[in-house]
């Protein structure tokens, strides 16, 4: 309050009269302000005089009186807001105030890429700026991969708990729209298919192809051999950072399907949508084995016999990359 009657004695000062004050509000309201170019900013908590402190501080605004008295004669039009905005270059007053009542504030965006752990996730909510809050416990699965927007100031948990509730949507509709017979008998045994697939290959065009070599395996009471459930094994739920080793293959271990037969107890990552469709809707085919081709993708086999060859063309690719030094 005591700035605000020293800004109304300064502009009277000024002005010599009301009239006087009024001229020149109206020229600091359109004048084109300081700022170089377009800038974001996380508007300040604690009424309009920290706000204008703080635009004067980034150079948004030249005079945090002029703001000041701006701000009061126009308060009929709204309250300020504290939020990220985007301010343009050269904002006058008028537009700094419309962009503080009716901008939208800055959408931010943090994207969980597929195929992550529990424990990557959790480092990516951990780091993503301007987030706030703990960060609740969570199950592997349960999260869709996708972008994310939010605003500074946004809570982790809520954040959370849209991605669940983006996983829950989509896996109801996969499995609704799911192939007759498959040997699935809920949606959470697709998850958990799918969380594997996802793991296998990277390659969008594969995922359905990948899909049908396990649900042949599951139909023919096979072990899914999965390498990415031993690696999951090996880390104990974590990130495994070597390659596998006989032993990984050999280790008895719920979530190694070299061991076991069917499907893991849980998911071994958050697949995306794709992995989800594509074991709802698998390819059918008579593969039952693949193996990588050194392309970036996988070769198929429908016997034993093939899949060997396949094998064997694949370590020799491997002892030429090592040779090189690649």
Not at 114 to 130: H, W
Not at 134 to 159: C, H, M, S, V
Not at 264 to 293: H, K, L, M, N
Request: no cysteine.
């Amino acid at each position: 309050m005591r700035r605000l009657i020293a800004l109304v004695l300064l502009l009277l000062l000024l002005g010599g009269a009301g009239a006087g004050a009024f001229w020149y509000a109206r020229q600091q309201w359109t004048a084109p302000g300081p700022l170089a170019q377009p800038t974001q900013m996380v508007v300040p908590r604690g009424g309009t005089a920290a706000i204008a402190d703080a635009l004067a501080e980034r150079g948004i605004i030249a005079q945090p009186l002029a703001f000041l008295a701006a701000t009061w004669l126009t308060r009929a039009e709204g309250p300020l807001r504290a939020a990220e905005f985007q301010f343009p270059a050269r904002a006058s007053l008028r537009e700094v105030l419309q962009v503080l009542r009716e901008a939208r504030p800055v959408q931010r965006r943090l994207t969980i890429p597929e195929g992550l752990t529990v424990q990557q996730i959790a480092r990516l909510l951990e780091a993503a700026e301007g987030m706030v809050g703990d960060i609740p416990a969570f199950a592997e699965g349960e999260i869709l991969p996708e972008t994310y927007a939010y605003q500074w100031g946004d809570n982790r948990a809520a954040l959370l708990r849209r991605a669940k509730q983006a996983m829950d949507q989509a896996l109801a509709e996969a499995w609704a729209a799911r192939a007759p017979s498959l040997p699935l008998a809920t949606a959470r045994e697709a998850l958990i298919l799918a969380s594997i697939v996802e793991r296998e290959t990277g390659q969008r065009e594969e995922r359905a192809r990948v899909a049908g070599v396990f649900i042949n395996r599951l139909r023919r009471g096979m072990p899914l051999q999965s390498d990415p459930t031993a690696a999951y094994a090996a880390a104990d739920g974590g990130v495994l950072d070597r390659p596998l080793t006989r032993a990984d293959l050999d280790r008895d271990h719920p979530f190694n399907t070299y061991q076991i037969r069917g499907l893991p107890p849980a998911p071994i990552a958050s697949p995306g949508r794709a992995a989800i469709r594509a074991v709802t809707r698998p390819e059918t085919t008579e593969f039952i084995y693949f193996v990588a081709d050194g392309t970036g993708g996988h070769a198929f086999a429908r016997t034993l016999e093939e899949h060997n060859r396949n094998v064997a063309r694949w370590r020799e690719i491997e002892r030429a990359r090592a040779a090189s030094g690649r």
